[in-house]
């Protein structure tokens, strides 16, 4: 089982830059993709973007695309988020999660997720 914590949510202003970091304890997470998700209330989680085992393929939903990187430290067990030029529609709670199986985009096929960090952007 693996335990996942996101942090660096907040309030930035639109146009803004904000950097969110999930830590994964309980086992190593290096074997597998990991994914950022969002969700606002009452939506379904919203994929933004995903990174392979090594850190060389990445993949991003069309809408962050340009502004958002996604990375990961296998030795510090730690994926990384980083977010340029925000929009009021970034506006959610960003969870982290972890893909046991053959890569994708999909939610349901993410096992393990952490409890989110809010970001809010200001217009």
């Known amino acids: 089982q693996v335990q996942l914590v996101e942090s660096g949510g907040g309030l930035v202003q639109a146009g803004g830059s904000l950097s969110l970091s999930c830590e994964a304890s309980?086992?190593?997470?290096?074997?597998?993709?990991m994914g950022w998700f969002r969700q606002v209330p009452g939506k379904e989680r919203e994929f933004v973007a995903s990174?392979?085992?090594?850190?060389?393929?990445?993949f991003y939903a069309d809408s962050v695309k340009g502004r958002v990187t996604i990375s990961r430290d296998n030795v510090k067990n730690t994926v990384s988020l980083q977010m340029n030029s925000l929009k009021f529609e970034d506006t959610a709670v960003y969870y982290c999660?972890?893909?046991?199986?053959?890569?994708?985009?999909?939610?349901?096929?993410?096992?393990?997720w952490g409890q989110g960090t809010q970001v809010t952007v200001s217009s």
């Open positions: 990174i392979g085992r090594g850190g060389t393929a990445t």
């Open positions: 309980g086992r190593t997470i290096s074997p597998y993709m």
């Open positions: 999660a972890v893909n046991l199986g053959p890569p994708s985009l999909r939610g349901r096929d993410y096992q393990y």
